[in-house]
């Protein structure tokens, strides 16, 4: 099994739910856009093949005051280093659709803003095609001290700090998908990692009961959300 490791970087925060606790989908208008896409392929082994690291010209929308303080990303610098989203979505899609199998820290967010893109585009979202690792869930198995002491998941600089990793390039799509490479790496020596799956926000259609085409039952598996409500539709 291949895999790709991303991270990306979006004009604002995204919105899993909204304040009546129903999920928003990854395309609605009050979602955040794709700022900036970081890519590690690497092989069977763990050795990195190449890496990909896209700007996104923005169109028709601006970098929020927060994620600004956060990433650095102003439209100006954008509007010269990007690449038209449709060109950032093709590298993207290539990757899905030759079975890498995609690892993030906090994958939920990464896959999620990928698959508003994708949508927002006119593209198949490729859900049922995107088994995915999260190592940020993965690593709250090794009870790691937070910098914050608050509970909830670790965040990317603590459980880079639990292992040594000298984690450059902070809040950029491009160093935040090497950190997340190195956990990836280190969790992976351990035997600390869950099983690649396709997440449903409730019972999947029955033709995905099988995992994707190319993974064999020991390499991907569907898992179902139980906290979402029923009613709530899949692939939100």
Request: proline share 7%; no cysteine.
């Given at each position: 099994m291949k895999y790709a490791v991303i991270d990306t970087e979006t004009n604002?925060?995204?919105?899993?739910?909204?304040?009546?606790?129903?999920?928003?989908?990854?395309?609605?208008?009050?979602?955040?856009?794709?700022?900036?896409?970081?890519i590690i392929l690497v092989d069977e082994q763990l050795r990195e093949e190449r890496a990909i690291d896209l700007y996104v010209r923005p169109d028709g929308w601006k970098?929020?005051?927060?994620?600004f303080a956060v990433n650095g990303l102003t439209d100006e610098f954008l509007a010269e280093n990007g690449a038209d989203v449709l060109d950032v979505l093709d590298q993207y899609v290539r990757v899905i659709d030759a079975g890498y199998v995609i690892?993030?820290?906090?994958?939920?967010?990464?896959c999620k803003q990928m698959r508003g893109e994708l949508r927002?585009?006119?593209l198949d979202d490729r859900f049922e095609q995107t088994p995915n690792i999260c190592v940020m869930r993965a690593s709250t198995a090794?009870?790691?001290?937070?910098?914050?002491?608050k509970g909830g998941f670790p965040s990317l600089s603590d459980v880079c700090a639990h292992f040594g990793?000298?984690?450059?390039?902070?809040?950029?799509a491009g160093g935040?998908?090497?950190?997340?490479?190195?956990?990836?790496?280190?969790?992976?020596?351990?035997?600390?990692?869950?099983t690649a799956r396709v997440h449903y926000s409730k019972t999947p259609p029955l033709h995905a009961t099988e995992p994707p085409e190319g993974l064999s039952g020991k390499q991907a598996s569907i898992v179902?959300?139980?906290e979402v409500e029923a009613s709530v539709p899949e692939r939100f």
């Open positions: 604002g925060l995204f919105r899993f739910k909204d304040a009546a606790g129903v999920p928003v989908p990854a395309d609605d208008p009050s979602q955040p856009r794709l700022a900036h896409l970081g970098m929020e005051p927060d994620a690892v993030a820290f906090n994958a939920q967010f990464d927002r585009a006119g090794l009870k790691i001290k937070k910098a914050s002491g990793i000298d984690h450059k390039a902070v809040h950029t935040d998908a090497r950190a997340a490479l190195e956990i990836f790496r280190r969790l992976h020596a351990a035997g600390a990692l869950p179902i959300v139980d």
